[in-house]
């Protein structure tokens, strides 16, 4: 079956950087893009990126553009969002979702990563 | 990218149906026919519920229905069960090649 399995949860301070993965099984990760959503607590849920694992080509949101940067590793079917200088509003749930090749919707989410923000 | 908006909240008894409007722009909702709808329930991750504007994924109960007309897309959900509580959020692809979600409306079952 299919699953996308994320890195647990992380602190960190302002000003930093955060990595979170996202291992898919169950499917074949180079035919399926990976998109990154937040959810900050109590809000929507927010687009932030996408990423084609055969090119690793990339489109970022326009409001994040310049501090997201999304990657892949095909041999062990694992994309990864890192996000830098955080601010407390970064502060938020972090999900991958799949989207098969000619979809326009998530069908697969992660389970979700807490990032906390504190000083 | 602004968000697609949504009411705040919604709430029908059970057996009832409410139906929950999406509204867009000419350049995603309008643009296209690519609306999916979401539920999450508290502390989980969001689950497909309607894709393609109308679309049912399988194992989703053909209670839940969708449409779209001009740049407003909506979704139905009729004999409203306890189960059906949740937040759900509309979203759309749009003309910049990005995605972009609604503001998201809670359901409450009387």
Redesign the interface.
């Known amino acids: 079956q299919v699953q996308l399995v994320q890195s647990g949860a992380e602190v960190k301070n302002p000003g930093a950087s955060v990595k979170i993965s996202c291992k898919g099984s169950g499917y074949t990760f180079t035919s399926n893009s990976l998109?990154w959503?937040r959810q900050a607590p109590g809000q929507?849920?927010?687009?932030m990126g996408?990423i084609n694992p055969v090119s690793g080509d990339t489109?970022y949101?326009?409001?994040l553009q310049g501090r997201v940067s999304i990657t892949r590793e095909t041999s062990t079917s694992t994309a990864y969002m890192e996000l830098s200088s955080l601010t407390f509003e970064d502060a938020a749930v972090y999900?991958c979702?799949r989207r098969v090749r000619g979809?326009?919707?998530?069908?697969f989410?992660?389970?979700?990563t807490l990032v906390t923000v504190s000083s | 990218?602004s968000?697609l908006t949504q009411p705040a909240s919604a709430s029908g008894s059970p057996g009832q149906s409410i139906t929950i409007s999406c509204t867009g722009t000419s350049s995603d909702v309008g643009a296209?026919n690519?609306v999916?709808w979401?539920q999450?329930h508290p502390g989980k991750?969001?689950?497909?519920m309607i894709?393609?504007v109308s679309n049912r994924?399988s194992g989703v109960s053909n209670r839940f229905s969708g449409s779209k007309s001009g740049n407003t897309a909506s979704l139905t959900i009729s004999g409203l069960q306890a189960e059906d509580e949740a937040d759900y959020?509309c979203?759309s692809?749009t003309s910049?090649?990005?995605?972009?979600?609604?503001?998201?409306t809670k359901l409450t079952v009387l």
């Open positions: 998109h959503v929507r849920l927010e687009w996408w489109k949101s326009q409001k999900y979702a979809n326009y919707h998530f069908d989410w992660g389970q979700g | 990218q968000a296209y690519f999916s979401y999450q991750a969001p689950k497909l894709y393609d994924p959020y979203s692809y910049s090649i990005t995605w972009v979600f609604g503001g998201g």
